[in-house]
């Protein structure tokens, strides 16, 4: 069966497949690449260890985003995976009586958003790995069956039967092969099952078929393996799950006729899809009261990923791709970045090679704390102050979350009432809501909303007031008892009851009811102020916030057809170096290309029509100054002493090496490289094979801007 790592190439929605460099195995040990973060502009003024230091904090960072992330995709599918579990455990005992013949049960689940987490949930509890959404009790054997294991009615038939029959061990009874049925018949299959039923204790263990892009499998072949296997129900409880991932939810009635429809019991799930996830995954993540992540992110990354999620790609990946590259940015950018968590030790900054560090962030430091500036020696009190200043930055990151909170909850009200939101549309999804909220509180003018907000607000009716003052306390007190007890919240929630009191003693004409509506406005414009304050104002905020800064787009989203030409044209600006003893060559020289960089070249030299041996003529020139340059450089090494005086001038001779190749072995040599080079220019598609002239090609790539 097809392997789940392997691309599958004739899935027509893939433009393009990374394949990544597998190196040779006889590579030395000590020439792997290192795993270490990119380098930083200021390189001059990291850490000695900056790079390992950064990295580490990186990869703690990241992994309880991650975490925190994983759990709430948890969460959402949920709800999806018990119930196909629950349909999958009474398939065979919820059926409907009176039936004309028993049918086929089929389960779809449609996943367009989520990507593999729910199927591994799936398939761990009904196998018996987890027990996490009621799948407890689930007796079954389960096999994952791909697009290309069912090209044909008989080899798909034979990838079902064999990927069952080898998921479970019955002893087997050796039979002559005459007669033995073949693999791909049905009732090898029941035979099969009726012993491994009999090994089941009396329990009526289900056989399950995970169908994976069932959107690529030929529906004419699964017509008649539906009908095939729909004429044994009674004999082989067998079970079709078909994981899609198309958003028509009716893929079954447009593509199978009645006729197939009618031998099937469908039963159809869908995961949760499109803003749902992704509104859960950031608020829940980054603005979440009990979760405080490490990095916190800007509205320019924020703005990315909703534009990425909606336009591209609406799924998990792309969520946790884009998170995860913005975490990295964020630490290979700036030195300081080694503060996120944790402070250096005073020996570590004191060592001399730390004295760029040290005079780097000294200056932030004085710039910002002018008055009272720190000596070049006062280690410690450096330290103090990136402590200080990563606890102040913190508990104003969770002050603005619950501004967000409650601006959010007075939001969403006012517009349940019909009043004006954020954006002066009252008719807005909650997604639309959220983020317009976060937009307004990271990268708007916060203070315009909340007087808009408070303006509204004098405009409530007397039970309006009642209902929102009665949200805003069960928001404040149902907070976390460490935060609920602080001096501020406390004194909130002493206001809002004063508030609900003289309430109850007014009516909605008094005087006393305008008065309370007055010192609402005034109360949440003030609460509002104070919690939503900038970020940018903490000390050394660009180390725990990434800001405006601009998510690098083309890491993402790159052109293949750029990258594929600047890589070919300079591809000593893309190769990673594996020996550190050999530097990359800088001269800039043709001869010190890779040979399909130098035939590439001499492609973009010609025209639409290319005469191999033309071509080949031209490779072969840059090769031999290639030969001659290294034939060179190795007399030059080894004549290296010093010349000795002497009355005569002597000529120097070249030293000859002894196994140098005969010009017959060169040119086969040569030839071979060549057609190397050849054939990966063919399998970029950068060339056309043409039937009228056997020993010409046509190009397929024009109007390159730079070859040189």
């Known amino acids: 069966m097809q392997d789940s790592h392997i691309p599958n190439l004739d899935d027509v929605s893939k433009t393009s497949y990374y394949i990544p460099f597998n190196p040779s195995s006889t590579k030395r040990e000590e020439h792997k690449p290192k795993t270490s973060i990119p380098k930083s502009h200021f390189e001059d003024r990291d850490l000695n260890n900056g790079r390992e230091l950064r990295l580490s904090a990186y990869k703690d960072a990241w992994t309880k985003c991650l975490g925190r992330m994983q759990e709430i995709v948890r969460d959402l599918q949920a709800a999806s995976v018990k119930d196909v579990i629950n349909e999958v455990q009474h398939s065979y005992s919820n059926i409907l009586p009176g039936l004309p013949f028993p049918e086929l049960p089929v389960i779809s689940l449609t996943n367009s958003g989520l990507g593999s987490a729910v199927l591994d949930s799936i398939t761990s509890e009904l196998e018996g790995k987890t027990a996490i959404y009621g799948g407890e009790n689930s007796n079954c ?50 035979a099969w099952y009726k012993i491994w039923a009999e090994d089941s204790e009396g329990s009526s263990p ?17 017509r008649d393996i539906f009908d095939i296997c729909s004429r044994y129900v009674s004999e082989l409880p067998l079970i079709f799950l078909l994981s899609m991932t198309s958003p028509v939810s009716n893929y079954l009635n447009v593509t199978y006729p009645r006729s197939t429809l009618s031998l099937l019991r469908v039963r159809q799930f869908s995961a949760p899809t499109g803003n749902e996830i992704l509104d859960a995954l950031i608020f829940n993540t980054f603005f979440d009261l009990e979760f405080q992540p490490d990095i916190m992110i800007g509205p320019a990354v924020f703005q990315y990923i909703q534009d990425y999620f909606a336009r591209y790609n609406p799924s998990v990946d792309t969520i946790f791709t884009v998170l995860q590259l913005a975490h990295l940015k964020h630490f290979s950018t700036d030195p300081l970045a080694v503060f996120v968590k944790d402070t250096p030790s005073v020996e570590t900054l004191a ?13 932030r430091i004085n710039t910002i704390n002018a008055d009272e500036e720190i000596p070049a020696d006062q280690y410690s009190a450096l330290v103090d102050f990136v402590d200080d200043a990563r606890y102040k930055f913190y508990r104003g990151l969770h002050s603005m979350k619950l501004g967000l909170h409650v601006m959010l909850s007075l939001l969403l009200f006012l517009e349940e009432q019909g009043y004006t939101g954020l954006k002066g549309s009252p008719d807005s999804g909650r997604s639309s809501k959220l983020w317009d909220a976060m937009d307004v509180v990271l990268g708007g003018d916060p203070e315009r909303a909340i007087k808009g907000l408070a303006f509204v607000a004098r405009k409530l009716k007397q039970r309006e007031l009642g209902d929102i003052l009665g949200r805003m306390y069960k928001l404040i007190n149902g907070l976390a008892v460490a935060l609920s007890s602080a001096e501020e919240e ?21 005087n006393s009811f305008v008065d ?67 530097p990359h060559p800088i001269s800039g020289s043709l001869r010190d290309l890779p040979d399909i960089s130098i035939l590439f070249k001499r492609y973009l030299d010609s025209s ?35 010349r000795k005086r002497g009355k005569g001038k002597q000529k120097a001779s070249p030293q000859v090496d002894a196994n140098e190749e005969d010009d017959s072995k060169w040119d086969i040599h040569v030839q071979a490289r060549f057609v190397r080079a050849l054939h990966e220019l063919d399998y970029l598609g ?11 090609l046509v190009r397929t790539l024009f109007d390159v801007d730079d070859a040189q």
């Open 686 to 696: 950068l060339i056309k094979h043409t039937g009228r002239k056997a020993d010409h």
């Open 490 to 510: 406390q004194h909130a929630k002493s206001e809002i009851v004063a508030m609900r009191t003289h309430l109850t003693q007014c009516g909605e004409d008094d």
């Open 141 to 190: 054997v389960l096999a994952h069956i791909y697009p290309g294991d069912i090209p044909n009615i008989t080899t798909g038939m034979r990838s079902i039967i064999t990927g069952l029959i080898e998921k479970q061990e019955v002893d087997s009874v050796k039979r002559k092969s005459t007669t033995s049925l073949a693999t791909y018949d049905i009732k090898y299959l029941i």
């Open 516 to 582: 309370v509506v007055s010192a609402f406005s005034t109360w949440i414009t003030g609460y509002l102020t104070t919690k939503l304050r900038p970020l940018e104002n903490c000390p050394l905020w660009d180390i725990w916030y990434t800001g405006l800064s601009p998510f690098p787009s083309d890491i993402i989203n790159p052109s293949i057809r750029a990258s594929l030409v600047a890589g070919l044209l300079q591809p000593h600006a893309f190769a990673e170096n594996l020996d550190p003893h050999v």
């Open 351 to 363: 060592s001399p090679d730390s004295s760029p560090f040290i005079d780097a962030l000294r200056n």
């Open 206 to 222: 289900h056989i399950i078929v995970l169908l994976h892009e069932f959107e690529q499998i030929d529906p004419l072949v699964m």
């Open 608 to 642: 639409k029509m290319i005469n191999v041996y033309d071509w080949f003529e031209s490779f072969k020139t840059v090769l031999e100054d290639q030969r001659q340059h290294y034939k060179e450089l190795s007399t030059t090494q080894a004549s290296a002493s010093p």
